[in-house]
């Protein structure tokens, strides 16, 4: 009853192509997004801010591009991680090189440095497919650690081979606090997420998943096989490029290329297969899963303990909090293959009928 | 007959809340961002087991500091730098008013650390890890590498291999951990090579270190006469079974002092006889203070170690020694800011500056050559820049040379200059260290 597009006429083609078609869908979004910019920065604590939150929309940044790639193309890959070492790096060297370079340009330089790198590593994409892919992508996350690792130019000779980042300044402000950081990285999280939202149904996100669906019959009707693999790996490392300098710039403040390690990149994979596969509320779902969940069990674990008198050290409840996690994981892959957004959509087509499913 | 007791009870109840009121106030709260699983587990084990039975120690031998009870809330990283960001964020509110130093023993994670410490006063210790040029404190205010640092250990090792029997045209390859950690004291043996005139190779090893035939081929064509080995969990092992596999003789290898615990050398069995490696601290349960612990802690049944057999390694006694230099800078910062009251992460600040432990002062803890004697200042950190020299048995860690200071004329500018483009590069402006008191 609430939630039924039924007397939504649409009168005009801007009305129709609108990017949430559905007025209930737009007051949602439009109420999501004045609880995070308006609610939240004044509720929620430093801890929350820096713990919580900027690690979120940063990993379900890169998550999204990653479901770019493997969600809607179809190109599984492992490399990540490595592109968002080549934002973290890119940005740095932008900042450090580029005399008074403003910040957002080193963040977008970093993205196209990142997908200039992404289409070299996606060559290999024309000619192998499915888990051969994957381990051509592995290949990337392989190469681009030991690089930034070998040449000493990318973290301008410091003897650690570890950067730090440098102040994010825009227009004359400093963004020093938890809540200036989470308010900057959620407006650019805000405008890719649309702006992903957006392509994945343009006629560039439709070739992707014609290319995903079945590349032979994509090339027959007309679509080339060269052109969007590459542009699915291009914009897909863009995401992540500009969520590894985030990484860098808003969250840690200071990085090493061990740190964008495989583990890394699987986790991304990870958040997207609980998530959703082609879905960008997946990419958020599904970071929130990965990243808050064992936040949430360290925090419970012992507090449970505590009440039944358990005595519980420290070691035992991480070692309980993967057993859970891994559980729960397995849990969610067999009830809802599909992932985190399938469960939404399920909800909303239930809503559409409530309360008279009959 | 209820009527009589309720207000009684009341009362009780009321002075059991004040005087819980009034121990809480004097209560000195440890932030323990600890690992005790993961890849390193078996390492942060001993050493946070080492830091919690000292402070439990202080807490049972003499009931706090002044009467200050030392309280501690443990997170586990598992070495994981962002979860290392999460513990800090996490245990930062309680930290903020009362705080021991913070030991992350993870270089990574120290990294990350570096700036929001300082930005929310809370001191940072790294003893034996983390960003070198912290020396600086005119750079670094808040972080101190205590006790010496990767360099003046590189030096100090360089110093020690002379002393055998000079070094020039002597050929030395530096077999490291390819990661911040293992590139280190890169700098440092280049300059030392420059100044004592031996060949250096660098040979980096990819983490996490269980593969290296390959690089000891190369150490087998190259011939060194000496190895320097900078490696870190499994790769300490793989390396001692490695180089009797190529037969290179392991009297003639010397590694940092993340590869000279019993964790390294026990799984490497045979093949580490002979090795040697840099410490600051002394393995072993004949020191008076360890011996102590034992019996008063484990005596209570109170002891942090699930293997009891662990103490006295040399690990447990890098905690101990840990804890031994956080409770002395918060003895100092009471002395000055009010004795049995707990002190905040800036007065812990001024003391961790102006710690002063004399060889008296270690012989009264008990802890005399359990690590050196140190000086901190505005300008130096470090305070001490010592280690010793130790050598595995076949069954234990037994040390072969006093206490060795590294080259401090020839690495401390070198420190300077890091912290010096550090501060550009951040825009920070460094402290005047004269004015500092």
Known sequence: MLYREA?????????????????????????????????????????????????????????????ILTGYAGQLSLGSAAFMAVGAYAAYNFQLRVDGIPILLSFIGAGLTAAGVGIVFGLPSLWIKGFYLAVATLAAQFFIVWCLTKFPWFSNYSS??????????????????????????????????????????????????????????????????LPTKLLAFAVSSFYCGVAGALYAFCYLGSVEPDGFSLDMSFRILFMIIIGGMGSILGSFLGAAFILLLPILLDIVLPWLAGLFGLPFSNATVSHIQILVFGTLIMFFLIVEPHGLARLWQIGKEKLRLWPFPH | MFAYRKPLLLTGVALTLLAQGALAAEEQFFPLVSYRVGPYGANGQSFYGGFVDYLNYVNLKEGGINGVKLVWEECETEYNNAKGVECYERLKAK???????????????????????????????????????????????????????????????????????????????????????????????????????????????????????????????????????????????TALKAAQKVGFSRDKMIGSWWAGSEEDTVPAGDAAKGYMSATWNVAGTDVPLIADIKKVVYGAGKGNMQDEAKVGTILYNRGVSAAVLSVEALRGAQAKYGKGKPVNGEQVRWALENLDITDARLKEIGATDLLPPIKTSCANHEGSGMVKIQQWDGAKWTPISGWIEGNKDLIHPLFKASAQQYAKEKSIAPIDCAKES
């Open chain 2, 95 to 237: 930290a903020k008013v009362s705080t021991g130093p913070l030991h992350v023993m993870s270089t990574g994670i120290s990294y990350a650390l570096i700036d929001k410490s300082a930005e929310d006063k809370l001191p940072l210790t790294m003893m034996g890890y983390g960003r070198t040029d912290a020396v600086d404190g005119s750079v670094f205010p808040y972080a101190f590498p205590l006790v010496t640092t990767y360099q003046m250990q590189a030096s100090a090792i360089v110093k020690f291999l002379k002393g055998k029997g000079g070094l020039e045209g002597k050929k030395i390859v530096f077999l490291y951990h390819d990661s911040a950690y293992g590139k280190e004291p890169i700098v440092a043996l280049q300059e030392e090579a420059k100044l004592n005139k031996f060949n250096l190779t660098l040979i980096p090893v990819a983490h996490p270190g269980n593969e290296q035939s390959a690089q000891w081929l190369q150490i087998r064509q190259e011939n060194p006469d000496y190895v320097i080995f900078w490696g870190w969990g499994v790769m300490n092992q």
């Open chain 1, 7 to 67: 007397g939504q006429f649409k009168s005009s083609y801007a009305a129709d192509q609108q990017l949430f078609p559905i007025l209930q869908d737009r007051v949602g979004v439009l109420l999501l997004l004045a609880v995070a910019f308006g609610v939240v920065p004044l509720v929620a604590g430093e801890y929350w801010f820096s713990a919580i939150l900027i690690p979120f929309l940063i990993f379900s940044l890169a998550a999204l591009g990653l479901n």
């Open chain 1, 160 to 225: 650690s081979g570890v950067i730090s980042a440098q102040k994010v300044v825009i227009l004359g402000h400093t963004f020093a606090s938890p809540r200036e950081k989470y308010l900057l990285v959620l407006g650019i999280v805000t405008v890719l997420a649309l702006m992903a939202k957006n392509l994945v149904r343009s006629s560039t996100g439709r070739a992707w998943m014609a290319v995903r669906d079945m590349d032979v019959a994509a090339e027959v009707i007309g679509i080339r096989l």
